[in-house]
């Protein structure tokens, strides 16, 4: 028997009740632990302390809204469906997450920007980022379980780009108490957590494509150490006007590396339905 079309929508739709009740218990979470920071309790310092407990707040979040009739770790899509799709997944996360901080400092580069004087040597980042990598990527596990894991998958009827935007806003919302916390200047504060929505998208593709949560934990690793060791290392003290211009090219990037990697997935599909029809065409006989 179909399933009424009445019936279809409301599966298929968010629960507008359950999205927000997961961003306000991570939201609830995250201010918590940022208070002893903005009332001088502790020293900016500690910071590494309270950030791993936070990162825990989204898969319980997303744990207790959670739909109860699929498994736990389906919920979070912290399976695999496709060993293939999430080695091409990963390789595309890759090749993104160090390209677009490449375009970025060729670009400051190419505008005149001065480059860093206390870059680390070429060396020393070759040893310290893949440790960097299994770290942040560990850390992520938490978040991507629930940013890309369950809320990617609820808000997944809205349309890939609505979806991926409306994350990355309430990612960057969850980030906004330590942020003012920790007290970041205004622009430093506005490009911290601009990157977090414009980076959103990619991350999203890297989980669309894949079919689950684990390329995006790959790809946040990579956005806090790859990027950073980058970005950090080459380009020197910038002027307001020009790093507000740098900021946006970056967005750009982001969102271009996001369409790239979304193409590469309908790539993969197309691909991919393609196969048992030419299986099945090789196995036909003619009809007697």
Do not use: K
């Not at 009740?17 to 918590?32: D, E, M």
């Not at 310092?45 to 739909?67: I, K, M």
């Not at 894949?210 to 946040?220: F, P, Q």
């Not at 946006?248 to 590469?264: D, E, P, Q, T």
């Amino acid at each position: 028997m179909s399933t009424p079309p009445a019936v279809a929508q409301s599966v298929l739709a968010p629960s507008l009740r359950r999205v927000l009740a997961f961003l306000g218990i991570a939201l609830a979470v995250s201010t918590a632990l940022s208070l002893p920071f903005a009332f001088g309790a502790l020293p900016p310092e500690a910071v590494g302390l309270a950030v791993p407990l936070a990162r825990l707040s989204p898969p319980l979040a997303a744990l207790l809204v959670r739909r109860r009739g699929a498994p736990w770790w389906r919920a979070l899509a912290l399976g695999i469906p496709s060993w293939r799709a999430l080695g091409i997944a990963a390789l595309a996360a890759i090749a993104a997450f160090v390209m677009v901080p490449l375009a970025r400092m060729l670009i400051g580069l190419g505008a005149g920007m001065p480059p860093s004087a206390d870059a680390l040597p070429l060396s020393s980042l070759l040893l310290a980022v893949p440790a960097v990598l299994v770290m942040q990527s560990l850390f992520a596990i938490g978040e991507e379980a629930g940013w890309r894991g369950w809320l990617h998958g609820e808000l997944r009827p809205l349309g890939f780009w609505p979806m991926s935007l409306l994350v990355g806003v309430m990612w960057a919302v969850w980030h906004a108490p330590i942020v003012l916390a920790l007290g970041l200047a205004p622009r430093e504060a506005v490009t911290y957590l601009g990157t977090i929505v414009a980076v959103a998208p990619l991350l999203s593709a890297a989980r669309e494509i894949s079919g689950t949560a684990w390329v995006a934990v790959l790809g946040h690793g990579l956005l806090n150490s790859a990027r950073v060791a980058i970005e950090q290392n080459v380009l020197g003290p910038l002027e307001p006007e020009t790093a507000w211009s740098l900021d946006l090219s970056g967005w750009a990037l982001w969102i271009a590396a996001a369409w790239m990697v979304l193409r590469l997935g309908g790539t993969l599909r197309r691909a991919d339905a393609r196969l048992p029809a030419a299986a099945g065409s090789g196995r036909a006989r003619p009809g007697r």
